[in-house]
């Protein structure tokens, strides 16, 4: 039986919704205050609020669409990079230092997809490990070593 909605799209815009609306009414505890004097839950409301329009607005657009695609089987081996990232991230980031955690993560994440090849893994890991570090590290001034204890320094 083919539905008159697409299951995929309501679904993911009602996960949309439900995690804005989450962090939008949780902003709410913290002092709001104005678009010129802003608190600290001015940020989490703003985008908790935007994330709710993109869900309704993902939703509404699966509403007509059938759904015509057999579901994928679940890529085991994304699920396992992804996580096995995020673990290594947290496990590693004192010890290693910045650069090589971001470069590492980086590669695992680029590689959960089987249509990156290693070499273009390797391109996106520079770049965002160039673009992290100059954003966090040297704009934001977190305080964290480029290089970690781990590894000599």
Partial sequence: MVSNFSTKDLVSGGIFVLAGAYFA???????VGTAFRMGPGFMPLLLGSVLVLLGLGVAAG????????????????AIALIIGVVVFFGATIRGLGFVPVVFVSAFGAAMASRLNSPVFAALVAVALTVM???????GLGMSVPL??????Q
């Fill in 62 to 77: 699966g509403w007509n669409k059938p759904d015509r695609e057999k579901p994928l089987a679940p890529s085991w081996r």
């Fill in 132 to 138: 992290c570090t100059v954003i966090f590290v040297v």
């Fill in 147 to 152: 290089v970690g204890p781990w590894l000599g």
């Fill in 25 to 31: 009414i949780e902003a709410l505890n913290y002092e």
